[in-house]
């Protein structure tokens, strides 16, 4: 069951290919996908967690400088877009991304990221200066701000 999930997400494949790898029927696939899936979601509050407390800032910190080498940094941030059918209905144009095809962001809709993090109560939590001086590192869909860093598309500096 887990084999045939992990094979599912990592794959990017349809449920059909999915299932011929483990010999099932696509809706014995289907429902296995979606017990895993529940399965592994009641696992977060035990391996997703944002720091919180400032010992685990500090050592959030601390590990990601060990692995990455980037000064109070505590998180990474992005969206992904899951491709889905239209949804159908008055609705269905919110379903439409900017690359002009219907997904759903695994956090809101088919917004766009900036609009996701704007209303973001871990924004809010960076702006209330619970976070002190900690750094959240996104892509160029992400606002600049003091507490959240970009990459640049053209750096035309050494300093930049």
Same mark, same amino acid.
């Given at each position: 069951?887990?084999?045939?999930?992990? %094979?599912?997400?990592?794959?990017? +494949?349809?449920?059909?290919?999915?299932?011929?790898?483990?010999?099932?029927?696509? +809706?014995?696939?289907?429902?296995?996908?979606?017990?895993?899936?529940? /399965?592994?979601? *009641?696992?977060?509050?035990?391996?997703?967690?944002?720091?919180?407390?400032?010992?685990?800032?500090?050592?959030? *910190?601390?590990?990601?400088?060990?692995?990455?080498?980037?000064? %109070?940094?505590?998180?990474?941030?992005?969206?992904?877009?899951?491709?889905?059918?239209?949804?159908?209905?008055?609705?269905?144009?919110?379903? *439409?991304?900017?690359?002009?095809?219907?997904?759903?962001?695994?956090?809101?809709?088919?917004?766009?990221?900036?609009?996701?993090?704007?209303?973001? /109560?871990?924004?809010?939590?960076?702006? %209330?200066?619970?976070?002190?001086?900690?750094?959240?590192?996104?892509?160029?869909?992400?606002?600049?701000? +003091?507490?959240? +860093?970009?990459?640049?598309?053209?750096?035309?500096?050494?300093?930049?």
């Amino acid at each position: 069951m887990v084999l045939l999930t992990l %094979r599912y997400f990592v794959s990017g +494949l349809f449920l059909v290919v999915c299932r011929d790898f483990v010999s099932v029927h696509k +809706l014995t696939a289907s429902r296995i996908i979606a017990c895993v899936s529940r /399965a592994i979601a *009641r696992l977060h509050p035990q391996f997703i967690k944002f720091p919180e407390t400032k010992e685990e800032i500090t050592v959030t *910190r601390q590990e990601f400088y060990a692995k990455c080498k980037f000064p %109070r940094c505590i998180g990474v941030i992005d969206c992904t877009h899951i491709k889905i059918r239209s949804p159908g209905g008055e609705d269905a144009k919110i379903y *439409r991304n900017r690359k002009q095809y219907f997904s759903f962001n695994v956090q809101q809709g088919s917004a766009h990221d900036s609009t996701i993090f704007n209303n973001s /109560a871990i924004r809010g939590k960076f702006e %209330r200066g619970e976070m002190g001086d900690s750094l959240l590192i996104g892509d160029s869909g992400y606002p600049i701000r +003091l507490f959240l +860093l970009t990459k640049l598309l053209i750096a035309s500096t050494r300093a930049k």
